[in-house]
T-cell receptor, first 111, second 111 residues
Framework: GIQVEQSPPDLILQEGANSTLRCNFS?????LQWFHQNPWGQLINLFY???GTKQNGRLSATTVATERYSLLYISSSQTTDSGVYFC?????????????FGKGTHLIIQP | DTAVSQTPKYLVTQMGNDKSIKCEQN?????MYWYKQDSKKFLKIMFS???????INETVPNRFSPKSPDKAHLNLHINSLELGDSAVYFC??????????FGDGTRLSIL
């Protein structure tokens, strides 16, 4: 099956810092999503980005499908950004296949 | 309006019992999913279901079974619960390969 690797596994930053999270995947995909799992355990959709670049406030994401990686940028970090960030993909070819998740990046923003 | 809702949020039960978790989506999506998040926060697909096919992850024990009374519901039945079934279970839905939307999860604890 498809492999999804996220880096770094852990990241501790001061409030106000910028960060880049990376997701590498091993096959062509027709779906790539970034999620934030907050301290209450909810999975919050950040981006649906199988290719290209999107921005939403302080967050932006870029997926280079031909090179099989995606990046999530967080600027001017706030303590509420803390949590686990997951990248998840679905292999091209469709059907009703579910998402394959990476192991996540655990982000801690210190005041 | 809640897009994907799961009940109950918490479920505490004894080993050997049979239990169900309900999931409903009001997004008009055609595909629904169940995921399991283990104690290390790793998320893994269990089932994918639309009106044409059911895809079962081969690692899921046959004590787990999805039941779909209609397109808006996909319930998860678990027989003979074991200690290792303790986890957070997430329901999700999508329209084809479009973004998957997740419920808030059901935390299952086996005593």
């Amino acid at each position: 099956g498809i492999q999804v690797e996220q880096s770094p596994p852990d990241l501790i930053l001061q409030e106000g810092a910028n960060s880049t999270l990376r997701c590498n995947f091993s096959d062509s995909v027709n779906n790539l999503q970034w999620f934030h799992q907050n301290p209450w355990g909810q999975l919050i959709n950040l981006f649906y980005i199988p290719s290209g670049t999107k921005q939403n406030g302080r967050l932006s994401a870029t997926t280079v499908a031909t090179e099989r990686y995606s990046l999530l940028y967080i600027s001017s970090s706030q303590t509420t950004d803390s949590g686990v960030y997951f990248c998840a993909v679905r292999i091209s070819g469709g059907g009703a296949d579910g998402l394959t998740f990476g192991k996540g990046t655990h982000l801690i923003i210190q005041p | 309006d809640t897009a994907v809702s799961q009940t109950p949020k918490y479920l505490v039960t004894q080993m050997g019992n049979d239990k169900s978790i309900k999931c409903e989506q009001n997004l008009g999506h055609d595909t629904m999913y169940w995921y399991k998040q283990d104690s290390k926060k790793f998320l893994k697909i269990m089932f994918s279901y639309n009106n044409k096919e059911l895809i079962i992850n081969e690692t899921v024990p046959n004590r787990f079974s999805p039941k779909s009374p209609d397109k808006a519901h996909l319930n998860l039945h678990i027989n003979s619960l074991e200690l290792g079934d303790s986890a957070v279970y997430f329901c999700a839905s999508s329209r084809g390969s479009q973004p998957q939307h997740f419920g808030d999860g059901t935390r299952l604890s086996i005593l």
